[in-house]
């Protein structure tokens, strides 16, 4: 047995010699870091089958390639990941990497993530730290042997179950026992990242273990969901008989239901510009609903008002009836009006046609206008105005002779012009004439009146007319206006603007317009 043990550690050591020449050769080989590209050295527990010139990869995609491995004092392996493709030249302190076979024959690649996906907005952590100058692999972005994984390969579990290999692996527990003992907490982690399985159960456990109290809850909660539903788990078991038989019929009408899904499409096509314009339709109709939303108030107090609007309308209905038996005979009577009214509108017609032409013409040609000036005119001439103020040109006296005669009539012989009727009014006429305060021009005035010519008149009373009997002063003309009537003809003299007698055809023209 001892004999056994001594060949047994001769060989450990003749392996340890070879693998101190191994890692001489590949320093010196690999001495220069990451010839100034992106070079990440990862450490891992074990790189079987893993060498240079294969693939680093990114979810599937290459992006660069493995450059060296070697052995490290802490007996493990350190692989030089060189990254090609700048887009992922950014490993952080979260990056994970893990060997993988690349096909049956035993090649390995190694895939990698350079940051662990997170909420959107969350803060990046820091990248990998540089290792500094003088220590191995200086310059290069090193990935700790936390952050990988070197899973145990399916061909080497399947090689143990082989007699041969499986003696072999007892004689190598049983002498590699003892130097394990005491280390079980290296040999647990070195597990653990052999099987990332393992791992992301552990953090799994982990994330559970911090929520037991929002588990302890749910299943409080979940017992008092499901308490409702076992006191009616009758109804629920027969929800699922009725569901059971539902799918039972659906699947003996499914060729019915394949059609209905096959015609689902073209229905949903259809629908949908029947719905733009059911859209449009509503976008139309909302002010409309808008405004009767608004006026809805007053609508309710027509509808509420409605009864007894109604009940008050029976009334006026009955009276209308009632009405319409007293006055239907009359308008049946009035028949033969409205056909003598209808024959009189006919004959009227040409009547109404050339009164509206009339009208027309004396519009458009200002019939109007010279009504207007008549009518005005006629006032003034009817009408006069001096100093003492308005007085009337002609007066109409209410006698006897107001009826229309066409022969002459004893109680009534007046005629125009006629004076010889009327003694005491000729009188009074030739009494003021010859009055001798009358001035000449009053006189000829008087006698024009009378019916005599400017002429005879001068003829009559001759003399030259002074200039302050036309224009007497306003002391003459007060004594004058206030010993004449009111409206007697003499209250003109005062205003009788003419200076010479041969004027006298004017002196009546003055008068009668109120000069």
């Not at 929800?239 to 073209?266: E, Y």
Request: net charge neutral; hydrophobic share 40%; with cysteine.
């Amino acid at each position: 047995m001892e004999k056994g043990r001594g060949g047994w550690r001769a060989r450990i050591a003749a392996a340890a010699t070879l693998i101190a020449l191994a890692a001489a050769v590949l320093l010196a080989t690999s001495a220069g870091g990451s010839n100034g590209g992106y070079t990440v050295r990862a450490i891992f527990d074990d790189a079987g089958n893993v060498i240079s010139g294969e693939d680093v990869k990114i979810d599937g995609v290459k992006v660069g390639t493995i450059g060296s491995v070697t052995p490290t004092p802490q007996a493990k392996a350190a692989v030089v990941l060189k990254i090609e493709n700048p887009g992922f030249q950014d490993f952080r302190q979260d990056a994970s990497c893990i060997i993988r076979p690349e096909a049956l024959i035993g090649e390995k690649y190694v895939d990698c993530l350079p940051t662990q996906t997170r909420p959107e907005g969350t803060p990046l952590p820091p990248p990998l730290k540089r290792i500094p100058s003088g220590q191995e692999g200086e310059g290069q972005y090193l990935l700790p042997v936390s952050n990988t994984s070197s899973p145990v390969d399916v061909d080497l579990l399947g090689d143990i179950t082989r007699l041969p290999e499986r003696e072999r692996f007892t004689i190598i527990l049983n002498e590699l026992g003892a130097g394990l003992a005491g280390r079980g907490s290296d040999l647990n982690e070195v597990i653990r990242r052999a099987n990332p399985a393992l791992r992301e159960l552990d953090d799994v456990l982990r994330i559970l273990a911090g929520e037991n109290r929002v588990l302890a809850k749910l299943a409080v909660d979940s017992d008092k969901a499901l308490a409702p539903l076992a006191a009616v788990r009758e109804r629920v078991a027969d929800f699922l008989v009725q569901s059971n038989t539902v799918a039972q019929a659906t699947a003996a009408h499914r060729g019915a239901l394949a059609q209905n899904l096959k015609d689902f499409p073209p229905f949903l096509e259809q629908l949908g510009p029947a719905v733009e314009r059911l859209q449009r339709f509503a976008e139309q109709t909302a002010p409309v609903f808008a405004n009767l939303k608004s006026a809805a108030p007053s609508i309710d107090r027509v509808f509420t008002g409605l009864p007894a609007f109604s009940s008050s309308s029976e009334a006026f209905f009955k009276n209308l009836g009632q009405t319409s038996k007293v006055s239907g005979p009359a308008l049946v009577g009035t028949e033969p009006l409205l056909g003598r009214l209808q024959a009189l509108g006919g004959a009227a017609k040409p009547f109404s046609g050339n009164l509206g032409e009339l009208l027309s013409s004396f519009r458009e040609t200002g019939g109007i206008e010279r009504l207007l000036d008549f009518i005005f005119l006629g006032a003034g001439a009817a009408n006069g105005y001096d100093a003492l103020g308005h007085f009337l040109r002609t007066e109409g006296v209410g006698t006897a002779c107001l009826t229309y005669r066409i022969e002459p009539s004893a109680i009534c012989d007046r005629k125009l012009g006629n004076t010889a009727s009327t003694p005491g009014a000729s009188a009074a006429s030739a009494a003021s004439i010859d009055a001798p305060d009358t001035s000449i021009v009053m006189k000829r005035t008087l006698a024009v009146m009378k019916g005599a010519t400017a002429a005879q008149a001068e003829a009559e009373f001759p003399g030259a007319i002074d200039v302050s009997e036309a224009a007497p002063s306003s002391k003459q003309s007060s004594s004058s206006a206030a010993a004449a009537p009111s409206g007697a003809v003499a209250a003109k003299s005062s205003q009788f603007p003419y200076s010479e007698a041969s004027q006298t055809g004017g002196m009546l023209l003055n008068y009668l317009l109120g000069n």
